[in-house]
């Protein structure tokens, strides 16, 4: 694999783990989310993974894994998870769970033991593309491999 690309905490676990994905560098952009990067890869915004970082009211995380073009239903996840309330973490919070900043947020080699979630849809795909943990990051890999390092609990909680 090239070395050119960034050694994230992320890339550093993907590695411990031996596992298989293709790294991919695009311009980001601020607030330019799943739309723009798949834009940038030439790829469906359906395969492009958003890492959504959730607190639930007593300050507990979680993290959901997502379809660039859904969104979270957090009141179905709630009530998954056995919780009243679910809502995305402050920028603040969500970096001192995964250590990475917004826009750069993906769920490998995070800081923090949180329950990590995948729309169950999403592993019906070929190939899926998720964040490196770095803006402008992002890699290719498929939905198994993704099952197999982080073993993310299947939910269905797209809308």
């Known amino acids: 694999m090239a070395t050119n690309f960034p050694m994230t905490q992320g890339i550093r676990f993907l590695k411990a783990k031996k596992a298989i994905y293709e790294p991919h560098i695009y311009e980001y952009q601020e607030k330019g989310g799943t739309k723009q990067s ?3 890869l ?5 395969a492009v993974i958003k890492t959504i970082v959730l607190e639930d009211e007593n300050g507990k995380g979680c993290i959901c894994l997502m379809h660039g073009d859904r969104e979270v239903s957090t009141k179905e996840l709630a009530r998954h998870r056995g919780v009243k309330t679910l809502r995305q973490a402050t920028q603040e919070q969500s970096l001192k769970w995964t250590g990475y900043i917004f826009g750069g947020t993906g769920p ?7 329950d990590i979630y995948i729309e169950s849809t999403l592993l019906d795909l070929d ?10 990051f992002i890699l290719e890999m498929s939905p198994a491999e993704i099952v ?4 993310p609990e299947p939910v269905t909680v797209g809308v």
């Open 148 to 151: 197999r390092t982080i073993n």
């Open 127 to 136: 190939k899926v593309y998720i964040n490196g943990g770095k803006r402008g």
């Open 108 to 114: 490998f080699g995070i800081k923090a033991a949180l």
């Open 38 to 40: 798949a834009e940038e």
């Open 42 to 46: 030439g790829v469906p915004e359906h």
